[in-house]
Each structure stands twice: as structure tokens, then as C-alpha cells.
């Protein structure tokens, strides 16, 4: 083989080299972003339902004559879970209401019960 064709055959081997490992690079960024992109919403949908869980709590424990001690908040998007118990009718309806009123709820899953002598 001559020099100068040998020279040009390493010169365009390297170069689609290059641009092969080049693309293949770009493609593994955007991957890993898609997936940094994606576990960082999943956390920031984490914290957004830890923050209305502690603002539906803090409503409970300001509701007067609620006991809230038995009271398990859960929250999930804009849908509030109340479950564990409470000592009469009149408190889990008020846990409720307190709970329908925080901003961002716009529904309440209710799975209170009334408390049982003995339990």
C-alpha cells in the first residue's frame, strides 16, 4: 500500500471512530439525564407528599377537642388517607373537615374508626 493511501485509510478510520464513540457518548448522556431527570421528580413528588402530610397533621392538632394521637396521615398527590382511630364519631368527622380544608387536598380517604374499650 502506498503511503498517502495508508495515511488517508488510519485518517478516515479514526475519524468514523470518532464519531461513532462520539454518538455513542451523546446517546449515554441523554440516557443517565432521562433518568437523573425522572428520580429526581420521583423525590420531589416524595417531599411534596411529606409536605402535605405535616400540614394536614399540624391541621389535626390544631382542631380543639381532637385527639390526634391515634391519627396516621398519608398522603399521595392531592389525595389524603386518614387511618387509625379516634374516641367518638363527632372526632373523626372533625378530622376529616380539618383535613379537606388544608390547601392542596382535594380529596380525603377516611379510614378512621371509632375506638373500642379495651383496645
Do not use: C, W
Amino acid at each position: 500500500m502506498r503511503p498517502r493511501a495508508f495515511y488517508f485509510t488510519v485518517a478516515t478510520v479514526t475519524a468514523l471512530s470518532s464519531a461513532i464513540l462520539g454518538g455513542m457518548q451523546t446517546a449515554s448522556a441523554e440516557n443517565s439525564t432521562s433518568v437523573s431527570s425522572e428520580g429526581n421528580s420521583k423525590a420531589a413528588a416524595r417531599a411534596e407528599n411529606r409536605a402535605l402530610g405535616h400540614a394536614v397533621r399540624r391541621s389535626l392538632t390544631k382542631v380543639k377537642g381532637l385527639d390526634s394521637s391515634r391519627i396516621n396521615v398519608l398522603a399521595h398527590g392531592s389525595t389524603v388517607t386518614l387511618a387509625g382511630s379516634a374516641p367518638d364519631q363527632s372526632q373523626i368527622t372533625s378530622a376529616a373537615a380539618a383535613a379537606a380544608k388544608v390547601s392542596g387536598v382535594s380529596r380525603v380517604d377516611n379510614r378512621l374508626a371509632i375506638n373500642e374499650p379495651g383496645h
